[in-house]
């Protein structure tokens, strides 16, 4: 059974910065995705950062090259650094695993909608992050 337990979230002021750790069990698959979605009140659950297990790393336009998705296989988790954080990082944050479509498809297609939150079909429970003015 996956699981997945997020940890580290909380307030910050603009410009700050915290590490979110996701705790991961269940995960046997040699070929896997995993990433941190957001989801901000009356506003649609958005792709972060991902990484696939053959290679890569993925974020969105919109946190690139301030937040950096890292894995650490040995403790079995899934790190992300949010550095340079402005008020509009401000939601619910959750760790996902997709054990179903990246397993299924060619790399290129895998890759091209790996920031799609209905691929992934297991999810945390969030942790809140803030960051005020």
């Known amino acids: 059974q996956v699981q997945l337990v997020e940890s580290g979230g909380g307030s910050v002021q603009a410009g700050g910065s915290l590490r979110l750790s996701c705790a991961v069990s269940g995960v046997t698959y040699s070929r896997y995705c995993m990433g941190w979605f957001r989801q901000a009140p009356g506003k649609e659950r958005e792709g972060v950062a991902a990484v696939y297990s053959r290679g890569g790393t993925y974020y969105a336009d919109s946190v690139k090259g301030r937040f950096a998705i890292s894995q650490d296989n040995a403790k079995n988790t899934l790190y992300l650094q949010m550095n340079s954080l402005k008020p509009e990082d401000t939601a619910m944050y959750y760790c996902?695993?997709?054990?179903?479509?990246?397993?299924?498809?060619?790399?290129?297609?895998?890759?091209?909608?790996?920031?799609?939150?209905?691929?992934?079909?297991?999810w945390g429970q969030g942790t809140q992050v803030t960051v005020s003015s």
């Open positions: 996902a695993a997709d054990l179903t479509y990246c397993t299924m498809y060619a790399q290129s297609t895998v890759v091209a909608g790996i920031l799609s939150a209905p691929r992934y079909n297991h």
